[in-house]
């Protein structure tokens, strides 16, 4: 019998306490795994539906006040989800919508694209290096009705720390912005963090992404924005890098590097369906 202060003694005790760690870190990934993911399709849904305010119009309050059965109800009764291909536009039924994985996509060769190509640069750049090749949009329309009310579009670029990923919200006009949401960055708080802020936020319902000519035209004003001018949003005081890391990644993903041939694609669309006279979230 080994003496409990013998060097094997302590080696045996120390192994098989990190075999019984690890078995029990395991276990619990694997236990938590399905309501990890669950919570992040709540997050999800929450933040598509505040983006097309859908939560205020129904419930007269955010999506963060909503219980998780009002969520999933509202979403499923409002969105469809669609997979595209971005070059051109055109809906893809070759992948799985439900569990096609944008993030994933972009980490493979064959399914992403350089967003700077040498040869034929963007106008607006990001600041990825990838983008995927097959994107999964949101269609917005009341229960039983066909007309399609507002498309929401998956956004992301560089802030002044690292990636914002976002939904933004386009009215069935496909030319005026309905809301614009982040579920994730790692802007400074109280600074860039301000993203996040229900009253910045607020400024992008009703703003025209596009000029007379049909360009983008977003634009992140350093300080206030000028009230004639309807592009325009206030700046966020003391966060000139995150500023223009939004301004140029709503800029990309609604120009034709992006968005713009599924745009073009759903205002066919859009025109050959019968007109509507209320707003998404309006009784």
């Known amino acids: 019998m080994q003496q409990r202060d013998s060097l094997a003694y302590t080696v045996g005790v120390a192994a098989v306490l990190c075999v019984v760690c690890s078995l029990a870190v395991s276990a619990a990934a694997v236990f938590l795994q399905p309501f990890q993911l669950a919570n992040e399709q709540l997050n999800q849904q929450k933040n598509i539906l505040d983006a097309t305010g859908l939560a205020r119009g129904e419930f007269g309050r955010p999506a963060d006040e909503l219980t998780p059965e009002q969520i999933k109800n509202l979403y499923e009764g409002w969105i469809s989800e669609q997979l595209i291909n971005l070059d051109t536009g055109l809906e893809n039924t070759d992948l799985p919508v439900a569990t096609y994985d944008p993030r994933e996509a972009v980490q493979k060769a064959d399914m992403r694209v350089e967003v700077v190509d040498p040869d034929d640069p963007p106008e607006f750049d990001p600041g990825e290096v990838y983008r995927e090749k097959v994107a999964k949009v949101y269609l917005v329309r009341r229960p039983n009705e ?15 720390w690292g990636t914002l990923r976002g939904y933004l919200a386009v009215d069935s006009d496909l030319k005026t912005a309905e809301g614009l949401t982040f579920y994730e960055h790692k802007e400074t708080p109280g ?8 009253g910045w936020k607020q400024q992008w319902e009703g703003i025209e992404l596009f000029d007379a000519e049909g360009k983008p035209a977003v634009k992140v004003w350093k300080g206030t924005a000028p009230s004639d001018n309807p592009h325009a949003v206030d700046g966020l005081s003391g966060a000139t890098i995150t500023c223009r890391g939004v301004q140029a990644l709503i800029n990309y993903w609604v120009s034709e590097d992006g968005y713009g041939p599924f745009l073009d694609q759903m205002k066919s669309r859009i025109d050959g369906q019968p007109s509507t006279t209320s707003e998404a979230g309006a009784e």
């Not at 600074?191 to 996040?196: A, N, S």
């Open 146 to 160: 066909t007309p399609i009310r507002q498309v929401v579009l998956p956004i992301y670029g560089k802030g002044l």
């Open 191 to 198: 600074l860039g963090g301000e993203v996040d802020n229900p």
